[in-house]
């Protein structure tokens, strides 16, 4: 059975792959839960082996448990499942698998693309271009440019190692820090592990992946930001709270470093807050994960991850109770 908001099932399961999905398992996708209290999802909860879960799923606590006696197996089409899975859900013995690999390919691409554009500079020179409405055709402008560019990337996340794969084929110097890798880990993924303040004062560009916790709530903050060279930029595609935005409003204000955000804190901001109008913010409304037709990539994870199921294989992206904290 789905358990998502309905609206999700058609966009994350198109037809092609609905239809691939249905010649696999018995699945309606007209009844999709929304409430395991409704008594027509508690019905048919009753016969459901495998839960295909997205964003808006309801809470599986014991109640709803109790009425899944023969659930096996919870496939997440979208990344973390900590917004409706309890442990109770482990405790019973049931699968858990995320889609949360399939997500974080958007994410790295969108981060990939925003590495590249800050290191030429390039919002800076269009807030110049309308202003000005002209450039001095031919000039060569000094500091721009991504040769040699020094990328540091805070948390090797899903989203954190996908990215420093994808920076592999460009003339930047990439550098990581987090404190669940130790220094053979950093090697495999070719970058040197650096400590966070040594990775901020020596880095160009800083992205945010770490994982929201109490711990990492405000990681970036005034402190931090005045490791940062004068002129560099923070990207933050993770979550909005890991930067404390009162210190980084000051630091854009004072002309220090730039900022690109696709998660604030609060999401969405107020329509007044600063960062809309600084022209060394750059804002996007949290759109770097999967968005239009990159939905369909988490219901074909899933459509994969089912058919492992079926034929007596483990799930390829199988979540342990201890990694919750690891697949923000």
């Given at each position: ?11 994350i ?10 010649e ?12 395991f ?25 014991a ?40 997500n ?15 290191g ?12 000005e ?17 020094r990328?540091?990337v ?7 190692r ?6 592999r ?13 130790d ?63 009162d210190?980084?409003i ?36 949290h ?42």
């Amino acid at each position: 059975m789905f358990a998502m908001t309905p609206e999700n099932v058609p966009r994350i399961f198109p037809p092609d792959i609905l239809a691939r999905l249905r010649e696999r398992v018995d699945v309606d996708p007209s009844l999709v839960a929304g409430d395991f209290a409704d008594p027509r999802v508690r019905a048919r909860l009753a016969d459901t082996e495998i839960l295909i879960t997205g964003w808006g799923c309801p809470l599986l606590d014991a109640a709803a448990l109790d009425a899944a006696p023969k659930l096996r197996a919870v496939l997440h089409a979208a990344g973390s499942v900590k917004g409706f899975a309890t442990p109770e859900v482990w405790e019973r013995g049931i699968v858990v698998s995320s889609a949360a690999a399939a997500n974080a390919l958007p994410v790295a691409e969108y981060t990939l693309a925003m590495i590249l554009l800050a290191g030429k500079d390039v919002f800076a020179h269009r807030e110049r271009l309308r202003t000005e409405r002209a450039f001095p055709y031919g000039e060569i402008l000094p500091g721009v440019g991504n040769f040699g560019r020094r990328v540091g990337v805070v948390g090797a996340s899903r989203i954190g190692r996908r990215l420093i794969e994808l920076l592999r084929p460009f003339d930047l110097s990439v550098s990581l820090a987090d404190p669940y890798v130790d220094e053979a880990g950093a090697a495999a993924l070719g970058v040197p592990l650096l400590s966070l303040d040594e990775l901020l004062a020596g880095s160009d560009i800083v992205t945010v992946h770490a994982p929201q916790t109490p711990e990492t709530r405000h990681l970036i903050g005034r402190r931090e930001l005045a490791l940062m060279p004068a002129g560099s930029v923070l990207i933050n595609t993770a979550r909005g709270s890991l930067v404390d935005h009162d210190a980084l409003i000051e630091a854009l204000r004072a002309g220090r470093v730039g900022a690109i955000l696709d998660v604030t804190d609060p999401e969405p901001l107020p329509a007044d807050s600063p960062l809309h109008d600084l022209p060394n913010a750059f804002v996007t409304p949290h759109l770097a994960g999967s968005q239009g037709n990159e939905v369909a990539r988490l219901g074909l994870t899933v459509l994969a991850e089912a058919e492992r199921l079926l034929s007596g294989r483990p799930p390829e992206f199988r979540i342990a109770l201890e990694d919750l904290e690891r697949t923000a």
